[in-house]
Each structure stands twice: as structure tokens, then as C-alpha cells.
């Protein structure tokens, strides 16, 4: 069995995509600028931690030194680093498999953490290239205990899409594991799939496809 997606709103979501669910493209660790790391340290709102990695995303898709061919590797590795040092992997791991965590033992989930990365890394780094300029409006937060939803839009000349960032606070500091847009959440998105995966294959396949990276979204859904 292969499940397919169709688009949301095509090009649309394919600029979402590119310029803000890099968030799931995430896996090399290197450094980054100082004044990113510095700015870490503070006490921070839900906002300011989204703001911070959007801003210097940005940054990077915008620098013209980066944007030659001969540097594509070291800018995708700038952006996927920027935005691994807030993206809590395991929390969005939980959440896409639901039931199916509470089964796995440690080292199974540890596995699938890092198979999920992968992943989620090779499926959306190509997406990148599709920035062109877009800017995102922050319209407001919301907090209940350690979770919150920051409510954004990404606005270009031709669209405006609503883009929503769930995040866990952790150790002091906001993390995302969740990206809402245009109503459709990446985490219910993978839910739905892995859950008719392992229902009529095995929890073994999954993880076989997610390895193969024939596992896709499913079509446009409203969030939770």
C-alpha cells in the first residue's frame, strides 16, 4: 500500500514548505553565530524564541555570499542547524505516533527519533530553494502550563498563509513540535499515515518506508 498527497493549494504550500516547515528538514550540527547563542541565554516568550530562528533563516536564504551553487551544501547545513537547535524531534515523534509510542521500548524510540529525522531531513531539504522573499507577520501567542501556539502569517505579493508554531517549554526554553499551515499540521498529517501503516502493515514497515522515504503526507486537513 502507498498512500499519495495532493498539494495544498499547490505552489502555495510548496512556499510554506520552503520557508518555514524547514523545520523539519534538520540534522547536521554546526556552529552558528554567536549572537543566536547569546540571545539563547535570555528569558524568552514563545514569540521571541520563533522570531529568533525565522529571523536568522531568513538571514541565511537571503545572504548572496550563500546563494552560489558552490555553497549550496554549506547554506542548507546553516539552516538545518539554526532551526535542530529548537525543534524538539522526539516530542513531535510521540505525538505523529500516538499509541503506537507507548509500545516501543527506549531503544525502539530512540531509533525512531532518529529514522524520523532522517527522514523528515530528505524530505524537505529540497524544498528550501523555494524561498522568494517572503516575510512572516506575528499575530499573536498563546500559552496553557508549558505549551504554546504561536500564530503567524507568511506574506509574499501573490498570498498570505496562516502559519502556527506548537511548542514545549523545556529546561527554560521554547521548542517546536509542531508546524500548523493553512490549517493543516504536519504532526496530524503523519499521524493519519503511520497509524493506517501500522494498522495494516506492521510497525516494522513503517519504519522500513520512513527509511526508503516512500511515506507522504496525506491530503489538506484541518488541525486538532
Request: no cysteine; net charge positive.
Amino acid at each position: 500500500m502507498h498512500l499519495t498527497l495532493h498539494d495544498v493549494r499547490g505552489g502555495a504550500w510548496r512556499r510554506v514548505a520552503a520557508a518555514s516547515a524547514l523545520a523539519a528538514s534538520l540534522v547536521v550540527v554546526i556552529p552558528v553565530p554567536n549572537t543566536l547563542r547569546a540571545q539563547e541565554d535570555k528569558t524568552e516568550t514563545p514569540t521571541e524564541a520563533v522570531r529568533m530562528v525565522l529571523t536568522e533563516v531568513f538571514r541565511i536564504l537571503e545572504d548572496p555570499s550563500l546563494k552560489p551553487p558552490s555553497r549550496e551544501a554549506e547554506r542548507r547545513h546553516l539552516l538545518e542547524d539554526t532551526i535542530a537547535r529548537r525543534f524538539d524531534y522526539r516530542e513531535m515523534s510521540k505525538r505523529a505516533l500516538a499509541s503506537h509510542w507507548t509500545r516501543l521500548t527506549d531503544a525502539e524510540r530512540e531509533e525512531f527519533v532518529d529514522v524520523f529525522k532522517g527522514f523528515l531531513s530528505d524530505r524537505y531539504a529540497g524544498k528550501i530553494e523555494g524561498y522568494s522573499g517572503e516575510k512572516v507577520q506575528y499575530l499573536g501567542e498563546r500559552l496553557e502550563g508549558q505549551f504554546a501556539e504561536v500564530r503567524t502569517k507568511l506574506v509574499s505579493n501573490k498570498v498570505e498563509i496562516p502559519m502556527d508554531y506548537r511548542l514545549i517549554k523545556k529546561n527554560r526554553r521554547w521548542y517546536a513540535y509542531d508546524i500548523i499551515a493553512d490549517g493543516v499540521s504536519l504532526v496530524k498529517n503523519y499521524r493519519s499515515q503511520f497509524d493506517k501503516i501500522i494498522g495494516s502493515e506492521s510497525y516494522e514497515e513503517l519504519t522500513k518506508r520512513l527509511r526508503n522515504r516512500t511515506v507522504t503526507e496525506e491530503a489538506k486537513k484541518k488541525r486538532d
